[in-house]
């Protein structure tokens, strides 16, 4: 499958920092840096120092067109790509906020178009995207754009696009609410009487160790809980604060993803 992208090549449209973590994560698994045409108006240091083709011509019938644009440029951005519609070419977009039928409008609706919702843990090969395709994408097309986005971490399938509007709001904004408790857990131990620099080191690690064994365990997060929860026990006291159903995380979260996945929708409805 990467050996036709190879091949017959690939375009990216945009490359800032989730268009680079792709495609470093592409050139290390050994695609030709000859078959990746990228067109971007603000190339990096690294991008020119890559061997790709940058801001030349497009080739005939590229396997894909991945667009990594931010969404108030599509509009400069895609009349470059329209030539590549109703043909061979997959287009996969990992634009937020972007229906499938924007691009089904410039492309045509017998263009396969494949709509993907990366994380900025990509950048580091530890991301999780979900994708969904449009009608007029098969089951290899949509192996193919997963066999790409898996150059960054791990790869889910939607039965529908509307299910694009909650992902948004768990795994697309979820660093940032993993980012934000970093903070307030440092925070929280400076007001214990923590050093600064402590209180950081010790919540940064704490959330990156918790979450890697809660990805590696076999039991699930709830069971894991349990584990570490002894009776009448500091844990037990953090929790009764946390798991509070009016004011700890239970409700504090489900209005946090509600909150994006609505603005999600509003963005997508423009």
């Not at 509600?258 to 409805?269: F, G």
């Amino acid at each position: 499958m990467m050996d036709d992208v190879a091949k017959r090549g690939l375009v990216l449209l945009g490359c800032g920092k989730m268009g680079s973590a792709m495609l470093a994560g592409w050139l290390q698994g050994g695609l030709p840096p000859a078959s990746v045409t990228v067109l971007d108006p603000k190339p990096s240091d690294w991008l020119q120092g890559t061997g790709v083709n940058l801001n030349t011509d497009l080739p005939d019938n590229p396997a894909i067109a991945l667009i990594a644009v931010k969404p108030q440029m599509m509009g400069d951005a895609l009349p470059a790509m329209k030539a590549l519609g109703g043909g061979g070419t997959l287009m996969v977009s990992v634009a937020a906020g972007t229906p499938i039928s924007t691009f089904e409008q410039s492309f045509g609706a017998d263009t396969p178009i494949v709509r993907a919702m990366p994380n900025t843990p990509a950048a580091v090969g530890r991301g999780i995207t979900a994708i969904i395709g449009n009608a007029a994408s098969t089951a290899t097309h949509l192996d193919l754009a997963e066999a790409l986005l898996q150059a960054v971490g791990q790869v889910v399938r939607l039965d529908n696009e509307g299910q694009m509007d909650a992902v948004t709001g768990v795994s697309g904004s979820g660093p940032a609410y993993v980012f934000h408790m970093i903070e307030t857990m440092a925070a929280a131990g400076v007001a214990q009487g923590l050093p600064e620099d402590m209180a950081l080191q010790l919540a940064k690690a704490t959330v990156a160790g918790a979450g890697a064994l809660a990805e590696d365990a076999d039991e699930d997060p709830g069971q894991l809980r349990v584990n570490v929860t002894s009776p009448n026990g500091t844990t037990q006291a953090a929790l009764e604060v946390l798991m509070d159903p009016k004011h700890g995380f239970p409700a504090l979260l489900n209005r946090a993803v509600k909150a994006a996945a609505d603005r999600s929708r509003e963005l997508a409805r423009g």
